[in-house]
């Protein structure tokens, strides 16, 4: 699975006059951890709905294994039912404390659940959106491991943030989105260091 | 994750329904006609008005509001378990259009009298053509909206002059006179129980079950190619 790579060549997207994606052109590899970092509304949303064939690209072309799993938090969620009801649709085994109705979880606890049957899933090509938010220290701190062990496992995972702390810890490679420069994929062996550093981070992203 | 079509089928089933695609109304009403129904014929009698009321409530049912789902990112998941948008519209499809009317026209020899071989066709294809209308505008919300547009037409067509003499035209040609081509398709149309009349000819049915058709594969193509923008963009 590690040879799993998901391809970007010249991707954009407008939505009606508005140019969000520009010459996007990146590779993504299995096993290994990519961040999209960026300023709100630079296209990070978009670009991971794009490359999962939620949205159509209006220019370039995307070279990827399908099915994707895009994970987008607590609001995408099905409205009725449990949480062993939604993994039991999905295919997955039920949970201890999956018995309670989806309405009376709060925002984070749904983001856990939404989470939690992603991860399960362990498609070759996980996409996940500011998946850290709204998640508590032991909840991030597990997430954390789980990507880690998956991407170890080969998988392809790509996660939108804003958290450079979390990119620093476990982030392989890190493409920077603003709108209307051409993003460019910037790879851990690149910086030559076991981890992202957190300042070289920030300093990039201030650039 | 690669699994059969019908096991993808009927996880899409499963998903879609606790998404809130399928009205939560539907199965007891239906269940509630065919009691009713069952009562009256074991009475000896007749039970055209259950077929009736389920003729009215389909195109009520028929709504999912799929594309909306879709569109408020309600589908990421199932779309990322293998689900495709074409199976998850068939899936919709299936629940709301296909197998209800399937149902309905196989039962109802047993509520009309005198029913012959085309009994069942005829009524297939009354709940079809405002059924797959309804289904199709239905995909985005508000989802009852051309159903209860449909619902207010009818009522018109029926109370007003023209409207009945378009009907009385249509089912009882020979006391109101010829109805022409284009009366029969406005009263197919509005008041598709029509067709259970034998002067409305085959190629008029056919016609409209075809438009209907049309419209069905026309919203699977907006199915496929909308963008599901996720709920920054719903």
Known sequence: MSDTSLAVRGLGKAYGRMPVLSEVTATFRGG???????????????????????????????DSPKPILYYGGFDTLPLH???????KTLGLPAVPDGKRKLTTLSRGQLHAVGLRAALDLQPAVLLLDEPWTALEPDAREELNQTLVSLAAAGHLIVCSTH?????????????????????????????????????ELLRLYRQ | MTERLPVRLARANAYLRMAGAFPAWVLPVLVALAAYAAFVVRSGGESRDALFIAGLLLPF???????????EGRLDLLFGRGVSRMEAWGAAATRTLIL???????????????????????IAAALFIPGAICFASGLVQPRYALAVVWFACRAVFLVSDAGRGVYLRVVSPETAGPASPSDSLIAMFA?????????LSTLTIIAGVATAALVLIASAMMMIRSDFGGHRAA
């Open chain 1, 32 to 62: 290994r951890i990519s961040a999209l970092v960026g300023p709100n509304g630079a296209g990070k949303t978009t670009l991971l709905r794009t490359l999962a064939g939620l949205q159509h690209a209006d220019a370039g072309t995307i």
């Open chain 2, 100 to 122: 209800p009317i399937a149902v309905i026209a196989l039962l109802s020899p047993l509520c009309v009298e005198g029913a012959t071989l085309l009994t069942p066709l005829r």
């Open chain 1, 81 to 87: 039912g449990s949480e062993n009801d939604l993994r």
């Open chain 2, 191 to 199: 008041v598709p129980e029509v067709v259970m009349f034998s002067a």
């Open chain 1, 163 to 199: 958290d450079l702390d979390e990119v620093a810890r476990i982030g392989d490679d890190i493409l920077f989105l603003k709108r209307g420069v051409p993003p460019v994929l910037r790879v851990r062996e690149e910086h030559d260091c076991a981890r992202l550093d957190r300042n």
């Open chain 2, 61 to 71: 049912a028929a709504g999912t509001g799929l594309i909306s789902l879709a569109r």
